[in-house]
């Protein structure tokens, strides 16, 4: 007698990209000669066989209902032959070949409650992390404070009119899963008071020497807490990055009245004039204030609005502050300066004004 | 019970405003699956007391694999109980996120037997993201998985899923094939993405050009970015119907130059190549006229990382330039070499970024065994304490 035992499939990695092109780009890979913008949210390229693509992107709020992708599926089998694709900054995108489908497809996401736009000179989605809704160590939400923020910036997803591309991102911790540091804005949830240690399940959940390590201040070491093997905090060196409780469950940061939002600003990743960059800080800490925090979007919008009233076309925020200064960015945006902004860790002598080119 | 739970005043207000709303799409999956209802609870009761109610972390997975699932238990299980478990698995996306709409559907339907309903798509590094489901449901949710043509992506000290820009699929810029890259490293790299074996996580992210659209430089340990050699491809015709049509080309390209290797004298564009760093200032501005050379290939930096443990550190460059057709090979000798001097000296929780700042540039290249070279440093050293080497001439 035999048994016949289906083999378990594992390692094949993901389906080969090819199996989803259009036909158009595979006829085309690698072919594309220059693309043009056509309106906010909408582009074509143009192959050197003359072959035109056209891409119709639209902002979703990334957290997707499968109700919500079916659309978009059933949209795209309307629209663009069956094919979409996402960004990496959370749009869909539809690529379509007849160009008289781009205004019905615009409307039909229009009624679905999905704006298109997001390219060039427009701020783009939010890249940001879970939050309330899926992590452990979020000192924020993500998902409310980006729904609000794109309420409120949502013309300018929808029209190309900043100086240049204006990339925001939120990370709900420093362990920064949404790695914001090189964003124009960076929205980041900060904890500001020392892990509440809980000796009684530390021995059990914890190695010792690992916890230790993990601090980069090295503020923990060990102590004996009723006999049993434990870890105390040196409360002055204490940053509240979090990595302790990222190896230790039992030295939890959460503090609803203590953590919140700060804001950082001016960083880039791309190449294009200036290097790459970190976003420096701009305000350390604004209180959490769900459902819409409204001081989050104001503070946001404001630097936005600023930084659109003074810079210069194709400046990034970042390259606009190095040319204005940050004297004048803090002046213009209203932004108190204080001891926060001066860098303490690693590599703060680089941060130091060592030059006598101040602007008066 | 259950009407307690649903209730979601606060939630609720984030319906409303022109964006579209997350909380509309958690009660929409909620029409179908009753997880969602406690999700809803829980976020509200997180929204009110502002603190989150997941616990910490939680060892989950599939057979033999040893990521690729994030296990997440609610603090509130006799409150939430279809939250009590809530995983996450991450699938590893196509490369480029493309899709067809049949794909979605099977992505959906296996989703929707076995999870939530509810998605990121994508998540951070690139997964497709299939949010909430219980422990059981993990092993026939990955047989439906890997039968459609899926698999999952990386979690833990593993090598993370790859991802990359849409490349020469849509793109005239992408100076390598960014998806046949990613995908080929995701295919040779299969095991140690599913069974960690690394200090701590590694990442590959590929542009295919230096605007960098998944923000490899900052964001992954192994940046690969497009690049080019030769001069920058000029149509004269294009550069003087831009001109025509009122684009401002000495204050909108010449001066935004960051080497001013351009001169505009009202009729030609003349571009010093030599002095061009190929930042794509003036190709961003000008599609039609100017296009990358033809000499195609990529830089490769390496290390760069968000802050946890040591600080966040932005990639270097550590080869100026591999052509597109030595790439793949190039890359797969290097990333051996770099794992093998990793393992061997990394400490837990330390990727390779913050490993080079500790060791110094020159020890790294002497064990991976590369020459030092100016394009990888801003500028030698300005401190005189160097450490000579006894034997050797010091080179």
Redesign the interface.
């Known amino acids: 007698m035999t048994t016949t035992v289906a083999k ?10 090819d ?3 259009p036909p158009i ?1 595979k006829k085309n ?2 072919q ?5 913008s056509i309106a906010p949210g909408v582009l074509c ?1 143009v192959a050197e066989s003359g072959d035109r ?1 056209y ?1 119709v992107r639209a ?12 659309r ?3 949209l ?2 309307r629209f663009s032959d ?7 900054r ?1 749009n ?1 995108e539809f ?1 379509l070949s007849d160009r008289s489908k781009i205004e019905p497809l615009k409307q039909a996401l229009f009624e679905l ?3 298109v736009g997001g390219t060039n000179n427009a701020i783009s989605n939010i ?1 940001h ?1 879970q ?8 000192a924020t ?1 993500a ?2 404070i980006v ?2 923020v ?2 409120a910036l ?1 013309d300018r ?1 929808t029209h190309e009119n900043m100086p240049a591309k204006l990339r925001v991102a939120l ?1 709900c911790c ?6 914001v ?2 964003s124009d804005i960076a929205i980041l949830g900060i904890h500001r008071r020392v892990p509440k240690i809980n000796h009684q399940t530390l021995p059990k959940t914890c190695e010792v020497p ?1 916890l230790i ?2 601090c ?1 201040t090295g503020a923990i070491r060990p102590a004996t807490v009723n006999e049993k093997a434990s870890v105390e905090v040196v409360e002055d060196q204490c940053m509240f ?3 302790c ?3 230790c ?1 039992s030295m ?1 940061l ?4 203590n ?1 919140g939002i700060s804001i950082w600003v001016g960083g880039k ?6 290097a ?3 976003s420096k800080l701009a305000i350390p800490f604004i209180p ?1 204030n ?3 925090w409204p001081e989050v979007v104001d503070a946001v919008v404001n630097i936005v609005n600023v930084y659109a009233a003074h810079a210069r ?2 400046e990034r925020m970042g390259e606009w502050i190095d040319r204005v200064g940050w004297p004048r960015f803090f002046e213009l945006t209203g932004i108190p300066f204080g001891r926060y902004h001066l860098d303490d ?3 703060a002598g680089t941060t130091y004004a060592r030059s006598t080119h101040i602007r008066f | 019970m259950a009407d307690e739970t649903t209730k979601t005043p606060l939630l609720d207000q984030l319906e409303q405003g022109p964006w579209p709303s997350f909380v509309k799409e958690i009660k929409q999956a909620g029409e179908k699956s009753p997880v969602c209802g406690d999700l809803l609870g829980q976020l509200e009761q997180s929204y009110s007391e502002k603190m989150g109610h997941w616990k910490h972390g939680g060892i989950v997975g599939v057979l033999g694999y040893g990521g690729g699932v994030i296990g997440r238990y609610s603090d509130l299980p006799e409150k939430y109980p279809h939250v009590a478990h809530f995983h996450t698995l991450r699938v590893n996306q196509p490369a480029g996120w493309f899709y067809t709409s049949d794909a979605i559907r099977t992505l959906c339907d296996i989703w929707e037997r076995h999870g939530s309903g509810l998605t990121n798509m994508h998540g951070s590094t690139g997964d497709i993201v299939f949010l909430g489901t219980r422990t059981d449901e993990l092993e026939p949710t990955f047989k439906e998985l890997t039968e459609a043509g899926y698999d999952l992506g990386g979690s833990g000290s593993c090598m993370r899923t790859p991802s990359c820009c849409v490349g020469q699929a849509r793109c005239e810029w992408a100076c390598y094939d960014t998806m046949a890259i990613c995908d080929d490293m995701t295919r040779t790299y299969q095991d140690e993405m599913h069974r960690p074996p690394f200090p701590y996580k590694f990442k590959i992210k590929c542009s295919g050009c230096p605007n960098d659209c998944v923000a490899s430089i900052a964001r992954s340990d192994l940046s690969i970015i497009g690049t080019w050699k030769d001069d920058i491809q000029q149509d004269a015709t294009a550069v003087a119907e831009y001109a025509a049509a009122g684009l401002n080309i000495q204050k909108d390209v010449c001066d935004r130059c960051p080497t001013r290797c351009m001169e505009w004298d009202g009729a030609a564009l003349t571009i010093e190549n030599r002095e061009c760093v190929r930042c794509m200032h003036c190709i961003n501005v000008m599609p039609k006229a100017l296009r990358p050379g033809k000499e195609r290939g990529a830089t490769v930096l390496i290390g760069a990382k968000a802050p946890i443990v040591q600080g966040a550190l932005l990639s270097s460059v550590l080869v100026p330039f591999v052509p597109a057709d030595e790439l793949a090979d190039t890359l797969k000798e290097l990333i051996k070499r770099v794992w093998e001097f990793w393992d061997e000296n990394g400490k837990n929780r330390e990727r390779v970024g913050e490993l080079i700042q500790r060791v110094g540039l020159a020890n790294f290249l002497d064990a991976i065994g590369l020459d030092p070279a100016p394009e990888m440093v801003m500028a030698p050293r300005d401190n005189p304490y160097i450490f000579f080497q006894k034997d050797g001439d010091g080179h």
Request: with cysteine; aromatic share 12%.
């Open positions: 378990r499939i594992t390692d094949i990695g993901p389906p080969h990209y199996k989803f092109l780009i890979y690698g594309w000669k220059f693309h043009e390229h693509i891409t902002g979703s709020p990334r957290l997707l209902s499968v109700q919500t992708l079916r978009f599926a059933d795209a089998d069956g094919h979409l694709r996402f960004t990496s959370n869909v690529l409650g999905f704006p890249v992390t939050g309330w809704v899926h992590c452990h160590s979020a939400d998902s409310g729904k609000s794109m309420d949502y997803f990370a420093l362990n920064m899963c949404g790695a540091h090189c690992t390590a993990s980069p990055c979090g990595n409780y990222t190896v469950p939890p959460n503090d609803p009245e953590d990743v791309s190449n294009a004039r200036s790459p960059k970190f959490n769900p459902p819409r076309k194709y860790f690693k590599h």
